[in-house]
């Protein structure tokens, strides 16, 4: 039985290990903690909800399992007031009324054939079946993700900026991967996609959704691993310019500022500098291009004062 237990616990490590190394090969630097909620969402075939700030590499990380598993990426971007008319399905009417054209053309004939009112009741309610089926269904994200033959990774972004209803509507299929339309019936899907589900707190997620996912937690990374992320993404950068404007990003960080910079906002600054051909950071050179790190001004402003002291010189 140890035996067993052994050789299971050895397989899941190996996975996970190779997930991080498939994941780099993608350009994707991710931690033990995150390659094993991958593996765990594969084996037991759950959802995964990633919680964390903007820009830490939330959706970037559906984008590198969509790449990795060699599967589409089908994504639905979530905003208040989003309904199933948009997540799911609806009907397309213009091809409706195109056939109502064409059936109008037909009526008499089909009526005239018909020996009572009720057979022609009977042979028009026939036209109205076809008129509700799949033909005239234009399905959308959540039916295209369930509907897929070969399996697609599913990403639903940014699931705090929906209402509670949408969230109460997700609810089926993230238990059973399957979706109910009134005038079809239920329609399951053949491969199970693997789904993320994206939050930056903007709001309390409820605890039905959380009990059919993994929870995933991404913060700011630390200094070793955003040079990781930084080297893997500008590849060109000196050696010296990323350990410096690593360390002034993990600094900034701690300032009292409305919105600290986000991983993705490291990497834009870094393709900057680098366009820029700089080597060392020098406070003027940080000044005039503070802004692809900061988006407020309120933020430039009160990290002005602070830029020399922030600012690591190479020796170091």
Not at 92 to 108: E, F, R
Not at 227 to 255: A, G
Request: glycine letters at 4%.
């Amino acid at each position: 039985m140890s035996d067993s237990k052994s050789v299971s616990n050895t397989f899941a490590k190996d996975s996970i290990e190779a997930i991080q190394v498939s994941f780099e090969d993608k350009g994707y630097i991710c931690n033990t903690h995150i390659a094993t909620a991958i593996f765990l969402s594969q084996s037991l075939g759950k959802p995964i909800l990633v919680e964390g700030p903007p820009g830490v590499g939330k959706t970037e990380l559906a984008k590198a399992t969509s790449e990795w598993m060699e599967k589409p990426l089908i994504r639905l971007q979530c905003y208040e007031g989003l309904d199933e008319s948009k997540a799911l399905y609806e009907w397309k009417y213009g091809k409706q009324l195109l056939y109502t054209q064409v059936l109008k053309d037909k009526l008499n004939s089909v009526v005239s054939k018909a020996d009572t009112l009720e057979s022609s009741i009977e042979k028009l309610d026939n036209f109205d079946d076809i008129f509700f089926s799949e033909k005239f269904l234009e399905p959308r994200p959540l039916l295209k993700a369930i509907n897929s033959e070969e399996g697609a990774v599913l990403l639903i972004d940014e699931i705090d900026k929906s209402d509670d209803e949408f969230e109460a509507f997700l609810l089926e299929i993230l238990s059973d991967y399957q979706v109910s339309i009134p005038e079809i019936g239920t329609i399951k899907g053949k491969v199970k996609p693997m789904v993320f589900l994206t939050s930056n707190n903007t709001r309390e997620i409820g605890d039905a959704l959380k009990r059919r996912c993994l929870h995933l937690y991404i913060p700011f990374p630390d200094s070793a691993l955003e040079e990781k992320i930084i080297i893997s993404r500008v590849p060109d950068i000196d050696n010296t310019l990323r350990k410096q404007l690593v360390s002034f990003v993990q600094d900034l960080r701690k300032l009292d500022l409305k919105k600290v910079p986000s991983v993705s906002e490291t990497i834009d600054w870094a393709k900057a500098l680098v366009l820029l051909n700089i080597k060392v950071l020098e406070p003027n050179l940080v000044r005039e291009t503070l802004n692809v790190l900061l988006k407020f001004q309120s933020d430039i402003d009160a990290s002005d004062p602070e830029i020399d002291s922030l600012i690591k010189t190479p020796n170091k």
